[in-house]
């Protein structure tokens, strides 16, 4: 918890410089706002921690922008906004487990398998001898996410990606 607020850290340094005491520069991204925070902590320094709750729950449905989960222990329904569940929304695939970070009774967070298998369901086809743009193309996989594949990648295919970057990682067979 800093200023209120959770947060977690996306980067950080520790430093011990010759004279004076230890501190760590930190990058840090709050869960509620996504703002980045630069901030250095003196060593020994604490904190409170925010009252964060991971639920295990199945991925039921989407419509429109209210995306339907069951909680996977109390078969309970709850419906989040898609702006609630952060960035990688858009890959949430029907019937998937997915861990949801609930701070104060709301989703700040979705947390995905590292890797997951989506099916390439729109794209252009690659041309042959266009690698100017260094051999990728946007694809849609079948939960509407546009993702840069290599340029041999056809629709109909089966494809992993990286759920931490939002990158191609192989073609599944």
Request: hydrophobic share 35%; aromatic share 10%.
């Amino acid at each position: 918890m800093v200023e209120g607020d959770p947060y977690y850290i996306v980067e950080f340094q520790h430093v011990k410089p010759g004279k004076g005491g230890a501190f760590v520069r930190t990058k840090l991204k709050s869960y509620k706002t996504n703002n980045i925070l630069d901030r250095t902590f003196r060593s020994g320094e604490r904190f409170e921690e925010p009252d964060l709750e991971e639920r295990e729950m199945q991925f039921l449905y989407a419509a429109g922008d209210a995306y339907t989960f069951m909680d996977t222990e109390s078969f309970e329904q709850f419906t989040y906004e898609k702006k609630q569940l952060g960035e990688n929304a858009d890959l949430l695939k029907e019937n998937m487990i997915a861990k949801i970070l609930v701070y104060e009774h709301r989703p700040i967070a979705v947390d995905l398998p590292i890797f997951i298998e989506l099916k390439v369901v729109d794209g252009e086809p690659g041309v042959r001898g266009d690698t100017a743009s260094g051999g990728n193309k946007p694809v849609i996989v079948e939960t509407g996410a546009v993702i840069k594949v290599p340029l041999y990648l056809e629709i109909g295919e089966v494809i992993k990606i990286d759920t931490r970057t939002r990158e191609y990682v192989e073609r599944v067979r």
